[in-house]
T-cell receptor
Framework: DTGVSQDPRHKITKRGQNVTFRCDPI?????LYWYRQTLGQGPEFLTY????????KSRLLSDRFSAERPKGSFSTLEIQRTEQGDSAMYLC???????????FGPGTRLLVL | KQEVTQIPAALSVPEGENLVLNCSFT??????LQWFRQDPGKGLTSLLL?????REQTSGRLNASLDKSSGRSTLYIAASQPGDSATYLC?????????????FGSGTRLQVQP
């Protein structure tokens, strides 16, 4: 059990560019979550997968955001046409079906210039 | 819409002191409440999870209580240590079937002075 991993850890991009983040959950955790955290605030929920099915999406997830979990293992979060307001820490978490505790990864810090 | 508030926003205490962090939520129809710790620039580490049917949970020097009817939870840290310095976040899970989103407070930033 190596924990939740995220890649990259840091990303700097120019406004208007597309970015993609990857999350590898803990092995055999069938639930996967994405959150966004800005400085001084708690994380805000973006979306939730159970296996490969995306079961819940926040209104924060505008049409520029898309998340996938094609084989029910790793997940990707893509942001198209990035804006300066997208600058934040993007956190991924996972949990097994039999437990409510969410285990968080180290996050990907995005800076949009 | 569920709102979670944490008071105080920041706290500085000398080593060895016992302390209480507060969390309140507006909608008492919660499924569970979790306390997390976050070190600067890092992800979150789960500390304690209280189901809605429970009143408290303990882990080592940490004790979390839940009063669902009044919309409050407290995290008690006994004999604080410099290594406890971090931001502490509480989060509530909703009761709606199938919904797994957590709603977080903004956290309490704790500094324990040696």
């Amino acid at each position: 059990d190596t924990g939740v991993s995220q890649d990259p850890r840091h990303k700097i991009t120019k406004r208007g560019q597309n970015v993609t983040f990857r999350c590898d959950p803990i092995s055999e955790h069938n639930r996967l979550y994405w959150y966004r955290q800005t400085l001084g605030q708690g994380p805000e929920f973006l979306t939730y997968f159970q296996n490969e099915a995306q079961l819940e999406k926040s209104r924060l997830l505008s049409d520029r955001f898309s998340a996938e979990r094609p084989k029910g293992s790793f997940s990707t979060l893509e942001i198209q046409r990035t804006e300066q307001g997208d600058s934040a820490m993007y956190l991924c978490a996972s949990s097994p079906f039999y437990q409510e505790t969410q285990y968080f990864g180290p996050g990907t810090r995005l800076l949009v210039l | 819409k569920q709102e979670v508030t944490q008071i105080p926003a920041a706290l500085s205490v000398p080593e060895g002191e016992n302390l209480v962090l507060n969390c309140s939520f507006t909608d008492s129809a919660i499924y569970n409440l979790q306390w997390f710790r976050q070190d600067p620039g890092k992800g979150l580490t789960s500390l304690l999870l209280i189901q809605s049917s429970q009143r408290e949970q303990t882990s080592g020097r940490l004790n979390a209580s839940l009063d669902k009817s009044s919309g409050r939870s407290t995290l008690y840290i006994a004999a604080s240590q410099p290594g406890d310095s971090a931001t502490y976040l509480c989060a509530v899970g909703l009761t709606d079937t199938g919904r797994r989103a957590l709603t977080f407070g903004s956290g309490t930033r704790l500094q324990v002075q040696p």
